[in-house]
C-alpha cells in the first residue's frame, strides 16, 4: 500500500475548511457562466494562475470575487456536492465547513436561498458521497455590526436543518483595532442556543489576539493559532484546557505566516503538548487538500505512523461530528494496519 493509500483509508475529520475557498477554478468558472459574471483570468486555466498570492489583501479579493458566484440555490448546493465528491476521495467522512452568510446577505442574497442551498448540498454530500457536514458560520472581525444577523442566520439554518450548525466563528484580518464587544455579545448568545465558538486567532496578529478568543469568545478551538508560540502562559492554558488547534500548514506559507514549512511552528506547538488538527484551509487557493497536507507534514517534519494516527485522532475527539460518527470513526482508526508507516519522499 502507498503512503497517500494509507492516508486516504484513515477515518478522518476535517473541521477548517471554508466553503467559498473551496471552489474550484473549474466549477467556478462553471457558476460565473451560469450567472453571467466575470472572473479574473477568463478560464479556469487563467483563474488558477491568479490564486499566485503576494498578500493578505490579495487572497482577500480573489476570495471575495469567487465567492459573488454564489447566487442561487444551485450554486451553494453544487460547492458543497463537489467539495463532498473531494472529501470522500481522500477518506474523509465529517469535515465543518465555514461559510461567511453576512457577504452574501450584503449582494443581496436572501437567507432563504442561501439556507436551501446548503441543506440540499449537506443532503446531497451525505446521500450520493457518504460524508457528513456541519456547518460553521462566521463573522469578519472588521465588521462587527453583522454578528448578530450572523447568529440569527445560525438560528434560522438550525431550524431549517436541525443539527446542522457546529458553530460560530470569526475570520478576516486580525487588528487591535477592530472592536470585539460586539461580536462578544453575539458569541454569548450563540453558545447560550448550543453553537461552538470557533474563532479565527493568532495567524496575523500575535498571542493577544488568541487570549480575546479565549476569554471573551470563550472559544471552544482556534482557527490557526501558530502564533501561540508567543506566550507559555497562553500554552499551558490550550494544553490544560483542552482548546486545539485547528492548523493549516500550506496556508500558513502561502499567506506568509511562517516563512516555509521547514520552519513551519507546528512542531514545537506538538512538543509543548498543545492538541492541533490539520486542515487545508481554502484549497484550492493554496494548491494543497488534506491528504497533501499530511505528506508535507510527513516529508518536512519527519512524522510516523504513530504521530499521523494521533493527528488524525485529535481531528476527531476535537470534532462537533454526532456521537455515532464520532466512535465509529475512533474505532476503525484503532484498528491495527497491515500497511507500512508513512516515510518521507526519497529526494
Not at 448540498?121 to 457518504?130: P, Y
Not at 512538543?271 to 487545508?280: D, I, M
Not at 485522532?313 to 470534532?319: C, D, N, P
Request: hydrophobic share 45%; aromatic share 6%.
Amino acid at each position: 500500500m502507498s503512503r497517500t493509500a494509507f492516508l486516504t483509508a484513515l477515518p478522518k475529520a476535517e473541521l477548517h475548511v471554508h466553503l467559498e475557498g473551496s471552489i474550484t477554478p473549474e466549477i467556478a468558472m462553471q457558476l460565473a457562466r451560469r450567472n453571467g459574471l466575470a472572473l479574473p483570468g477568463g478560464d479556469a486555466r487563467g483563474l488558477r494562475e491568479a490564486y499566485a498570492f503576494r498578500s493578505f489583501r490579495d487572497f482577500l479579493r480573489l476570495y471575495i470575487c469567487v465567492s459573488r458566484c454564489l447566487v442561487e440555490v444551485a450554486d451553494a448546493r453544487d460547492v458543497v456536492v463537489d467539495l463532498a465528491r473531494r472529501h470522500a476521495r481522500m477518506g474523509v467522512r465529517y469535515a465543518e465547513v465555514t461559510f461567511t452568510p453576512l457577504t452574501h446577505r450584503a449582494r443581496g442574497i436572501s437567507a432563504e436561498v442561501l439556507w436551501a442551498g446548503l441543506a440540499e448540498g449537506r443532503d446531497e454530500a451525505q446521500r450520493m458521497h457518504g460524508v457528513t457536514y456541519r456547518w460553521v458560520f462566521d463573522v469578519v472581525r472588521s465588521m462587527p455590526q453583522q454578528a448578530e444577523a450572523t447568529v440569527d442566520f445560525a438560528i434560522g439554518m438550525d431550524a431549517r436543518d436541525l443539527g446542522s450548525v457546529a458553530g460560530v466563528g470569526v475570520g478576516g484580518p486580525e487588528a487591535d483595532h477592530y472592536p470585539m464587544e460586539a461580536i462578544g455579545r453575539a458569541f454569548d448568545r450563540a453558545r447560550a442556543h448550543g453553537f461552538a465558538s470557533l474563532p479565527h486567532a493568532g495567524e496575523n496578529a500575535g498571542a493577544a489576539s488568541i487570549w480575546t478568543a479565549v476569554r471573551r469568545l470563550g472559544a471552544d478551538r482556534i482557527g490557526h493559532g501558530v502564533r501561540a508560540l508567543e506566550d507559555p502562559a497562553l500554552l499551558q492554558h490550550l494544553r490544560d484546557h483542552g482548546v486545539a488547534l485547528e492548523v493549516c500548514p500550506s496556508s500558513n506559507v502561502a499567506l506568509g505566516v511562517a516563512p516555509s514549512l521547514l520552519e513551519h511552528p507546528l512542531p514545537a506547538l506538538m512538543a509543548h503538548r498543545v492538541p492541533v488538527t490539520l486542515a487545508s484551509d481554502d484549497p484550492p487557493m493554496f494548491g494543497t487538500d488534506l491528504i497533501a497536507e499530511y505528506e508535507r507534514c510527513i516529508d518536512a517534519f519527519g512524522w510516523d505512523e504513530e504521530t499521523v494516527r494521533a493527528v488524525v485522532r485529535a481531528g476527531i475527539e476535537h470534532s462537533f461530528a454526532p456521537p455515532a460518527l464520532r466512535d465509529e470513526m475512533l474505532a476503525e482508526l484503532s484498528e491495527p494496519s497491515s500497511s507500512p508507516p508513512p516515510s518521507r519522499a526519497r529526494a
